[in-house]
């Protein structure tokens, strides 16, 4: 963000707010328009006055089927706590994709259909100006608070083929777990088509997938889409050595 102009200030409350600008202890940064990005906390509070049991971050507990403590009560979206599929830990993931798919779950199980939600594997993307960044699974830290032991890999090569234009530089970082290998989780960072390629990942969780199975994964090649080695593939080939 620094390379693109911005001046980023980190460590350093807003204490007040006033028309045209922030106030911070070091002095007062002119604001036109303030934006508010403060994390987002589960609105659970009728649900626990109604005697749902909740649980991380106060998010509503839910089984497979959505279904809350209570019988006859379903939870989905923002307010509910979802089991994350690569550390099998509760995890409270606020995202509209998720409560997407768990609301069609909830709908299925509560018009008398059987419909269960697989849990979430922490994917997400976001784009700042033309820097695009995803992620899926456990980062370092959360990979090791889970008591994993793994290998990080992690290789800078281009979006699409190096001698087009068009290549952007693009980082992989790809966790894989010591003994068999099993990807933990993945960090892309780069020019245009880099942060969806983590979705590749996040499939090969269900399956429990490997690096070495990244690195023999039959994804798409030609030149304006990627290099003929993936740059996910090329992290995993640096995993399988470091396993090695
Ligand atoms: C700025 C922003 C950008 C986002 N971008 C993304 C994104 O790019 N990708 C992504 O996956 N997710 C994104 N999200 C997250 C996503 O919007 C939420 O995860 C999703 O909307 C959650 O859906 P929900 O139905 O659980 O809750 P909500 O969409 O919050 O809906 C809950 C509804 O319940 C109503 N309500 C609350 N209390 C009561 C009550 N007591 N009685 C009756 N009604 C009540 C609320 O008014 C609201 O309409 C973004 C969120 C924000 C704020």
Redesign the pocket.
Known sequence: MRDMGITVQTGEPAVAISEGAVHTPTGEIPADLVVLGLGVLP?SG?AKEAGLATGTRDAIVVDRQQRASVPGVWA????CQSMHIVSGRPVHE??????NKQ?RVAGINISGGYCTFPGVAGT?V?RICDLEIGRTGLSEREAADAGFAFVVSTVTTTTVAGYLPEAAPVTVKLLAEKGGGRLLGAQVIGGRGAAKRVDVIAALFLAGGTAEDLVGLDLGYAPPFSSVWDPLQIAARQAVTLLA
Do not use: H, I
């Not at 989905?76 to 307010?79: M, Q, R, V």
């Not at 606020?94 to 409560?99: D, E, F, I, K, S």
């Open positions: 609105n009728l989905a979206g923002d307010c606020a995202l509209g994709t998720v409560a609301g997400a976001t």
